[in-house]
């Protein structure tokens, strides 16, 4: 099967699957790498509608079984989290994955722990890897071969934390669902 063939069958398993199971994701946004995602890729969001970002749970619970006791638990996660600043330091690779590294990561990795102990059934990535590495990825799969030196003058990039997006899935991509605020209050 040709390259071109493969693409195409992943894409509508991948149409098919979100029609009949949609996902949901928390994330971080993180705005203030979008001139650095802009400049490297030439676009401003994600393909699908997400954002710049640090996933804290993908995939998270499925987007039809979101109801309002789960969005209440979410908001208090994220109320008893204060705001907190980090910055973009360097750029990394995971296998077909380029990101930028979010220093400190321990408040992403506090938010995972977090959403972990609500619901003890999920991990971040579904358990595949044996590490949480939090990340603002700048590409996936072919560009990430990419030239990765427009990057490296934009860095550091100072970031603050302000949110938690509960985005879902569906045939047409993602949509935002909810955002709570980190207030540090709860």
Do not use: K
Not at 83 to 88: D, E, K, Q, T, V
Request: one cysteine or more.
């Amino acid at each position: 099967m040709s390259r071109g063939a493969r693409t195409l069958t992943r894409n509508l398993m991948g149409a098919a699957i979100r029609v009949v199971r949609p996902a949901s994701i928390l994330l971080v946004p993180v705005p203030e790498a979008e001139t650095a995602l802009r400049t490297w890729r030439g676009e401003e969001m994600l393909p699908g509608g997400v954002p710049a970002h640090v996933t804290v749970m993908y995939p998270f619970l499925p987007a039809r079984a979101i109801d309002d006791r789960a969005e209440a638990q979410l908001a208090r996660i994220a109320a008893s989290v204060p705001p907190f600043g980090f910055r973009l330091t360097e750029v990394g690779r995971f296998p077909g994955v380029l990101y930028l590294r979010p220093v400190p990561g321990e408040p992403f990795a506090d938010l995972v722990d977090l959403v972990m102990r609500q619901w003890p059934g999920y991990e971040p990535y579904e358990g595949r890897f044996a590490e949480f590495v939090p990340h603002v990825t700048m590409a996936e799969d072919g560009s990430v071969h990419g030239d990765t030196e427009r990057l490296r003058p934009l860095l550091p990039i100072a970031c603050q934390a302000r949110e938690v997006t509960l985005m879902t899935e569906s045939a047409r991509g993602w949509h935002t669902r909810s955002r709570f605020p980190l207030c540090g209050t709860a």
